[in-house]
T-cell receptor
Framework: GENVEQHPSTLSVQEGDSAVIKCTYS??????FPWYKQELGKRPQLIID?????GEKKDQRIAVTLNKTAKHFSLHITETQPEDSAVYFC?????????FGKGTTLSVSS | DAGITQSPRHKVTETGTPVTLRCHQT?????MYWYRQDPGHGLRLIHY???????DKGEVSDGYSVSRSKTEDFLLTLESATSSQTSVYFC???????????????FGPGTRLLVL
């Protein structure tokens, strides 16, 4: 079945820096790749997603890139702010379910 | 937030007792999911439903059963709770017409379950 690896597990940056989180997946049939943000004690919330027919997608300070050949996708956050501090999860969708990575704890210090 | 509620929000129970968690949606979405979230493991799928009375297993289904008798409700039952089932349980919904997971999944607020 699908396996999603996510790195790094923790990431600390200064306010205004960029942050990059990378995920790899194993199942070439996966064609939908969402990213979720989870604040402490809250539910996961979708921040951006990308489908396999697109190589890059951007929404303000957040962008996601997908390399289907290499089976990896990345989340890029520019001009980080303290409110970006949270746990970020990537996921891949082969058919009937989302398979999640184990999460990256992002800390943005001011 | 999408119209998803979970009940109870917190529960403490003893090993060996049955526990039922409820997920209720007001969005009329076809797909519903149950995940558990544990430190170091991310979110893992327990069971999902693709319609009334249509359910299937996820990657960590042992010890859990589900039922969906109405579009709006998806129940997760721990027949005999064990300490390893202490976790945070999230319900999610999706409005996919096929495949199920290839549309946005919206999560409920979660249920914290402690099995002593």
């Amino acid at each position: 079945g699908e396996n999603v690896e996510q790195h790094p597990s923790t990431l600390s940056v200064q306010e205004g820096d960029s942050a990059v989180i990378k995920c790899t997946y194993s199942d070439s049939a996966s064609n939908y790749f969402p990213w979720y943000k989870q604040e402490l004690g809250k539910r996961p919330q979708l921040i951006i997603d990308i489908r396999s027919n697109v190589g890059e997608k951007k929404d303000q300070r957040i962008a996601v890139t997908l390399n289907k050949t290499a089976k990896h996708f990345s989340l890029h956050i520019t001009e980080t702010q303290p409110e970006d501090s949270a746990v970020y999860f990537c996921a891949a969708s082969p058919q009937t379910a989302l398979i999640f990575g184990k999460g990256t704890t992002l800390s943005v210090s001011s | 937030d999408a119209g998803i509620t979970q009940s109870p929000r917190h529960k403490v129970t003893e090993t060996g007792t049955p526990v039922t968690l409820r997920c209720h949606q007001t969005e009329n979405h076809r797909y519903m999911y149950w995940y558990r979230q544990d430190p170091g493991h991310g979110l893992r799928l327990i069971h999902y439903s693709y319609g009334v009375k249509d359910t299937d297993k996820g990657e960590v289904s042992d010890g859990y059963s589900v039922s969906r008798s109405k579009t709006e409700d998806f129940l997760l039952t721990l027949e005999s709770a064990t300490s390893s089932q202490t976790s945070v349980y999230f319900c999610a919904i999706s409005d996919a017409t096929s495949g199920g997971s290839q549309e946005t999944q919206y999560f409920g607020p979660g249920t914290r379950l402690l099995v002593l």
